[in-house]
Nanobody, 127 residues
Framework: QVQLVESGGGSVQAGGSLRLSCAASGYTASSNCMGWFRQAPGKEREGVAGIYTADGRTYVADSVKGRFTISKDNARPTLHLQMNSLKSEDTAMYYC????????????????????WGQGTQVTVSS
């Protein structure tokens, strides 16, 4: 089992920045991939960014490419999402997730590959 706790959400004006963090505990060695997903009211969940823990390869959704960066602090272990140049359409609940699926690196933003989820942290961007 892996437990995930997000932090760092809040309210910010458009153009601003936020840094989300996700503290992982439990059997973290089973986490082959970790990622950030978001869901806005009335919309489907969307994969934002993912990382393959074995070699650090990352993938970022086109909607946030160039603005969001995913990183992992292996010493802790903690997952981060640096969000810059925020837009109103980035407003959503952001979830941290971990996957024990061996081949999760094939689709880092594929939600069904992720079997551990945090409770989420709200990000609100005002224009």
């Amino acid at each position: 089992q892996v437990q995930l706790v997000e932090s760092g959400g809040g309210s910010v004006q458009a153009g601003g920045s936020l840094r989300l963090s996700c503290a992982a505990s439990g059997y973290t060695a089973s986490s082959n991939c970790m990622g950030w997903f978001r869901q806005a009211p009335g919309k489907e969940r969307e994969g934002v960014a993912g990382i393959y823990t074995a070699d650090g390869r990352t993938y970022v959704a086109d909607s946030v490419k160039g603005r969001f960066t995913i990183s992992k602090d292996n010493a802790r272990p903690t997952l981060h999402l640096q969000m810059n140049s925020l837009k109103s359409e980035d407003t959503a609940m952001y979830y941290c997730a971990a996957s024990s699926v061996t081949y999760c690196y094939l689709a880092l933003l594929y939600g069904p590959y992720y079997n551990y989820w945090g409770q989420g942290t709200q990000v609100t961007v005002s224009s």
